[in-house]
């Protein structure tokens, strides 16, 4: 039975490749497993492997030609074979190309063993849902019943697997060691495909690191060239405060040994956005994103020949007595320079403020390896105009530096847009 | 605790019975003023007199069919046959009277026989003398089969065979005889149809019975050197089978190999996977391997013997390949 040898995606962007060199020529016989030509993906030069016995019937494409992911590219077969029917008709079904957003799928390594029955085994690779292998109706995957027990129980696809039993099976090994794989790679969700901005998880708890996609790679180095190296960028916005204000006064009015500062209920904010845009609670670690699933915010405070950042640990699940108690105490252990390493790293976003200082809004600059931080202004009163006439209102500026690596304009707006909400409508911080 | 040889522990089981129940006698070639071919019986005629130890001519299908009969009356007989070999002769006996008279007399008679003696292969006693003949006789509904592997499992089990109302197929080994092992002290009673775990492991489970016992635990000490944990489960009773025992310990491992002196084809092993692959199908890494006798007449030429029966190396090679190593 022929087989038409496609274009196969050997890295996790591929969408086309180069054939570099033929290793077999038309008439020699190959073995599964065996190197068949050399491809330049967009990251290297691979090999392109035989996954069947046979005879290599006819080349389709010439050596420095470049086809997309799926084109057919060769015929295998018996010796004898009638293969001028599959010549020039596509590929009945070209593997799909991996995912860009972060996809974990590795390019397959060189000289892999290819059991045929696995097409795509050679890449040891736990599934996403965006990933699916090329499909193969003719070809089942060998396995044990505990590894499709347990491929079942930790949602991993047994396609995607690479079986080292006897003839590929997979066994219970195969299918642990490609779990282990999934479950430090971020899980994609349905439609993230190619949408590199989309790609963020959302983990529940603990982080997720997230492989760094070509673009976000490009993105990085460009932007770091451009102007140092973290890229910022700066968005400003100003938040009428009155609410924020009523609410202060309240809460004061109640009597409490704890007085809240409006810093409080901006760290509250904060902290409320960052857990609805966890594209902002994130750390750049050069060669990948690590996504957060807890939100710790730093809070600069000036001390004598300098200024540090303890931190408000689980601050968007504490109440704002607890943040101002905290906060305060933090403060005085930093003036008094007492804080612990524990106290003042880990922050997954800061804040820093200089309205006591009568700054009216500043740029901050980034900590990194915090994807952003949020310089608050004074709160005064200034004229806006509402429905058509020129009022007095008391407004505070902030402005967010962010990160551009990890941080794109539209993603930090939308946050910033939260934090505003909130701030103008405390009531929000209770939902 | 005291350390009995295994031919010792058989006769403590036979005199406590004997003492125990007048009913219960003994019958079978030599059993008598020879001792027993293999001095299971050794004291036995002095103790208990030659009414209740019964010496017969060479004649297995006549003094299985006494016995059968004593049975039908209400005694409790233990035939001795000097071999399983022999009891050929006698295997009418065993299916179409002891096993069949409960069923077809509609339940009104019962027949508590144990028939017993040494199985399987010695040592250079060629293909007639050589047999293991187990699966034979866990094939017939109605009949038990007991294959004790340690003095203390023959001990505990022939007690309990002789208690039993059912006819009982009774197994030893003539290697065996020797081998010696601590018997518990006191009334010692092993049940019927229940496995022992000879040896705890994580990574594969070593089924095993009668001799094999031993080849199974020696395989797993020399896995244990290469760092594989092997369970050895004996089942000790093959009818009935404590196949939950043995499912329990195949859902921890993943793994198996059975191991069995006897032929292959249609042998104790194959039972033992039958219900592997149904009972623990979801929990199994890798097909189940046997390790048996070659499907052959045992060779007489002691170099072809060996290699014809299982052996610890055999054992270590189906267990490394069921765990995927090298």
Same mark, same amino acid.
């Given at each position: 039975m022929a087989t038409k040898i496609v274009m196969e995606a050997l890295s996790p962007t591929m969408e086309e490749g180069r054939l570099v060199a033929w290793k077999k020529r038309e008439g020699d016989a190959v073995k599964s497993g065996e190197t068949l030509a050399e491809v330049e993906t967009d990251k290297a030069v691979m090999e392109l492997v035989a996954r069947e016995d046979g005879v290599l019937r006819k080349i389709v494409l010439t050596e420095g030609a470049t086809v997309p992911v799926g084109a057919l590219v060769a015929i295998v077969g018996g010796a004898d074979e009638d293969v001028s029917s599959l010549v020039g008709v596509p590929a009945a079904a070209p593997p799909a190309p991996a995912a860009g957003g972060g996809s974990s799928r590795a390019p397959a390594p060189s000289g892999a063993k290819a059991p045929s029955a696995a097409p795509v085994a050679a890449a040891p690779a736990p599934a996403t849902a965006d990933n699916p292998p090329p499909t193969n109706a003719s070809s089942r995957v060998r396995s044990s019943p505990l590894a499709r027990r347990l491929a079942a129980e930790k949602g991993v696809d047994l396609r995607l697997v690479s079986g080292t039993g006897p003839n590929g099976r997979v066994i219970r090994r195969d299918v642990e060691a490609a779990g282990t794989a999934a479950a430090t790679a971020a899980p994609l969700p349905e439609g993230a495909?190619?949408?590199?901005?989309?790609?963020?998880?959302?983990?529940?708890?603990?982080?997720?690191?997230?492989?760094?996609?070509?673009?976000?790679?490009?993105?990085?180095?460009?932007?770091?060239?451009?102007?140092?190296?973290?890229?910022?960028?700066?968005?400003?916005?100003?938040?009428?405060?009155?609410?924020?204000?009523?609410?202060?006064?309240?809460?004061?009015?109640?009597?409490?040994?704890?007085?809240?500062?409006?810093?409080?209920?901006?760290?509250?904010?904060?902290?409320?956005?960052?857990?609805?845009?966890?594209?902002?609670?994130?750390?750049?670690?050069?060669?990948?994103?690590?996504?957060?699933?807890?939100?710790?915010?730093?809070?600069?405070?000036?001390?004598?020949?300098?200024?540090?950042?303890?931190?408000?640990?689980?601050?968007?699940?504490?109440?704002?007595?607890?943040?101002?108690?905290?906060?305060?105490?933090?403060?005085?252990?930093?003036?008094?320079?007492?804080?612990?390493?524990?106290?003042?790293?880990?922050?997954?976003?800061?804040?820093?403020?200089?309205?006591?200082?009568d700054i009216d809004q500043f740029t901050a600059v980034i900590n990194p390896p915090e994807a952003g931080i949020l310089a608050v202004g004074r709160i005064a009163e200034r004229a806006v105009v509402v429905d058509g006439a020129v009022v007095a209102r008391r407004t505070m500026r902030v402005t967010m530096s962010c990160d551009h690596r990890v941080v794109d304009g539209a993603t930090g707006a939308k946050f910033l847009q939260t934090v505003k909400l909130m701030l103008e409508n405390p009531l929000a911080m209770l939902l | 605790?005291?350390?009995?040889?295994?031919?010792?522990?058989?006769?403590?089981?036979?005199?406590?019975?004997?003492?125990?129940?007048?009913?219960?006698?003994?019958?079978?070639?030599?059993?008598?003023?020879?001792?027993?071919?293999?001095?299971?019986?050794?004291?036995?005629?002095?103790?208990?007199?030659?009414?209740?130890?019964?010496?017969?001519?060479?004649?297995?299908?006549?003094?299985?069919?006494?016995?059968?009969?004593?049975?039908?009356?209400?005694?409790?007989?233990?035939?001795?046959?000097?071999?399983?070999?022999?009891?050929?002769?006698?295997?009418?006996?065993?299916?179409?009277? *002891? =096993?069949? #008279? $409960?069923?077809?007399?509609?339940? &009104?008679?019962?027949?508590?026989?144990?028939?017993?003696? %040494? @199985?399987? *292969? =010695?040592? #250079? $006693?060629?293909?007639?003398?050589? &047999?293991?003949?187990?699966?034979?006789?866990?094939?017939? %509904? @109605?009949?038990?089969?007991?294959?004790?592997?340690?003095?203390?499992?023959?001990?505990?089990?022939?007690?309990?065979?002789?208690?039993?109302?059912?006819?009982?197929?009774?197994?030893?080994?003539?290697?065996?005889?020797?081998?010696?092992?601590?018997?518990?002290?006191?009334?010692?009673?092993?049940?019927?149809?229940?496995?022992?775990?000879?040896?705890?492991?994580?990574?594969?489970?070593?089924?095993?019975?009668?001799?094999?016992?031993?080849?199974?635990?020696?395989?797993a000490e020399e896995l244990a050197k290469e760092g594989v944990s092997a369970e050895v489960i004996d089942p000790r009773t093959l009818r009935p089978l404590d196949l939950p025992a043995i499912v329990a310990s195949v859902r921890k491992t993943n793994r198996c190999v059975v191991v069995e002196e006897g032929w292959p084809f249609a042998g104790i092993g194959a039972q033992v996977v039958d219900g592997l692959q149904r009972d623990a199908f979801d929990d199994l890494d890798a097909p189940v391997l046997r390790v048996t006798g070659a499907d052959v007449p045992m060779p007489y030429n002691r170099q072809l013997e060996k290699l014809a029966k299982p052996d610890a190396a055999k054992v270590v090679a189906a267990a490394k390949k069921v765990l995927y190593l090298g």
């Open positions: 495909v190619a949408r590199a901005a989309a790609a963020v998880p959302h983990p529940s708890a603990g982080f997720q690191d997230v492989p760094l996609t070509t673009m976000r790679k490009t993105i990085a180095r460009r932007l770091s060239e451009s102007i140092g190296p973290v890229p910022h960028f700066f968005l400003t916005t100003e938040i009428e405060m009155e609410r924020a204000w009523e609410a202060r006064q309240h809460l004061a009015g109640l009597g409490d040994a704890t007085k809240v500062s409006f810093n409080d209920l901006v760290v509250k904010a904060v902290a409320l956005a960052l857990r609805q845009h966890p594209a902002v609670n994130a750390w750049f670690l050069d060669d990948r994103i690590r996504y957060h699933g807890d939100v710790h915010v730093g809070m600069a405070v000036a001390v004598e020949d300098g200024l540090i950042t303890p931190v408000l640990r689980h601050a968007d699940r504490k109440g704002l007595r607890e943040i101002a108690a905290e906060a305060r105490a933090l403060a005085e252990r930093a003036r008094a320079r007492r804080l612990t390493p524990e106290e003042y790293t880990g922050a997954t976003f800061s804040v820093s403020n200089l309205g006591m200082l | 605790m005291a350390l009995l040889s295994y031919r010792d522990a058989l006769n403590q089981a036979l005199r406590e019975e004997m003492a125990r129940d007048p009913n219960v006698f003994l019958m079978g070639e030599e059993v008598g003023v020879y001792q027993g071919a293999y001095k299971v019986s050794r004291g036995l005629l002095e103790e208990f007199g030659p009414m209740r130890v019964v010496d017969t001519p060479i004649t297995e299908l006549g003094f299985a069919g006494v016995g059968v009969g004593a049975a039908m009356a209400g005694l409790r007989p233990v035939i001795e046959f000097m071999t399983w070999n022999f009891a050929l002769l006698a295997i009418d006996q065993v299916v179409n009277s *002891a =096993a069949k #008279m $409960l069923y077809m007399s509609g339940g &009104q008679v019962p027949i508590p026989i144990v028939f017993r003696g %040494p @199985g399987g *292969a =010695a040592l #250079m $006693l060629a293909a007639q003398h050589s &047999q293991s003949f187990e699966a034979w006789y866990a094939h017939v %509904p @109605g009949l038990k089969v007991v294959t004790p592997a340690t003095p203390a499992d023959a001990k505990g089990l022939l007690k309990s065979a002789i208690r039993d109302n059912n006819p009982v197929v009774f197994i030893e080994g003539e290697m065996m005889y020797n081998q010696k092992g601590e018997v518990p002290d006191g009334e010692h009673i092993v049940p019927l149809g229940v496995a022992d775990v000879k040896r705890e492991g994580t990574d594969v489970t070593l089924v095993a019975h009668a001799k094999m016992v031993a080849v199974a635990l020696k395989a």
